[in-house]
């Protein structure tokens, strides 16, 4: 009979820390927040995830009162980033910008300190952006037949840069490279703005890159604009054709960018950070601020967000294995 009573005492305190902790949890979601939220970005600064993260940012710490810092964690393709994200506390406090690299790094690179598709908690799909083919003038090409005919014609002679191995902008080179079955150089950088710079300086030959980071130097001259990596004309830059109609159908490489907490964070304060989000998307001045520069808004339902992100892994894990990249 003790031993009884004592386990049915054990399962009542249990049951009591049980209740007090759920309910300490649920008023921590309702305060939420009392301090500085961090958004880790997986690249550098003027990079299409870092402007994306600094413009929605703004505006949802306007919304939830509290200010929101964009933190730029370079390097591994965005993983060093993920990485330290995945590790921190679930509380609402860090979160991380996602963009395609995560569900190609998952495909190429599995053997990490963290799983993408366990380890994160969707809240929201932020925003879409085409990548554009651009090369330098000096190149002397002015159509993406051009440029596969001088690749052809000089095998390995030509370099292409990229914002980092196994990124999107490295994979939509390696698709192209499939695709047309040419043979060129690459040359990794820690972000876009580092490549476009090089790009400039003639310095590499050709990149695949976000809209936002090059249209100003194609306006200006300075940069030529072959093709645009989405199904539709860029709606600022309707003069750039598709992949597809320069002769590459089926060519879709755009990218994206979704914010992720922790695994583990409470729903309710993954709820009220969607909300802000959302809500910041909507607004005329994320508007303004944004789709000058290619960029498509979105918005949604973490949930929606969660099945996004299971049909983009699937997807990389496809064009991984025909580029030969699957390890």
Aim: aromatic share 6%; with cysteine.
């Amino acid at each position: 009979m003790r031993r009884l009573a004592s386990t049915a005492w054990s399962v009542a305190c249990w049951m009591i820390c049980a209740a007090v902790g759920l309910s300490t949890l649920a008023a921590r979601a309702d305060d939420y927040p009392t301090r500085p939220i961090r958004i880790v970005v997986g690249f550098g600064a003027g990079s299409g995830a870092d402007i994306t993260a600094r413009v929605v940012g703004a505006r949802m710490s306007e919304l939830l009162g509290q200010q929101i810092i964009v933190e730029n964690k370079t390097g591994g393709g965005s993983n060093i980033g993920a990485e330290y994200v995945a590790h921190s506390p679930k509380d609402g406090y860090t979160l991380f910008l996602a963009t395609i690299s995560q569900p190609i790094n998952a495909a190429v690179q599995p053997h990490v300190n963290f799983d993408f598709a366990k380890d994160f908690s969707p809240i929201v799909l932020v925003s879409t952006i085409p990548n554009v083919l651009v090369v330098n003038p000096k190149l002397g090409v002015h159509n993406v037949q051009e440029l596969i005919a001088l690749a052809k014609k000089k095998p390995g002679g030509l370099s292409f840069g990229s914002s980092g191995v196994n990124t999107g902008t490295h994979l939509s080179a390696e698709l192209f490279k499939v695709l047309t079955g040419v043979k060129m150089v690459h040359v990794p950088y820690a972000g876009s703005a580092q490549a476009v710079n090089d790009l400039l300086a003639s310095r590499i030959d050709l990149l695949f890159t976000p809209a936002s980071t090059v249209l100003q130097f194609v306006a200006q001259g300075k940069l030529v604009a072959l093709a645009a990596t989405e199904s539709k004309r860029i709606e600022i830059a309707p003069d750039i054709p598709t992949m597809a109609e320069a002769g590459l159908p089926g060519f879709n490489t755009g990218l994206w960018f979704g914010l992720l907490a922790p695994s583990g964070t409470p729903q309710a304060v993954i709820d009220k950070l969607s909300a802000a989000a959302n809500q910041a998307i909507k607004t005329e001045a994320v508007a303004k601020a944004l789709r000058p520069q290619g960029i498509t808004l979105l918005g949604g339902t973490p949930d929606a967000f969660r099945s996004y992100i299971a049909s983009e892994m699937a997807r990389w894990d496809k064009v991984a294995r025909e580029a030969g990249l699957k390890k």
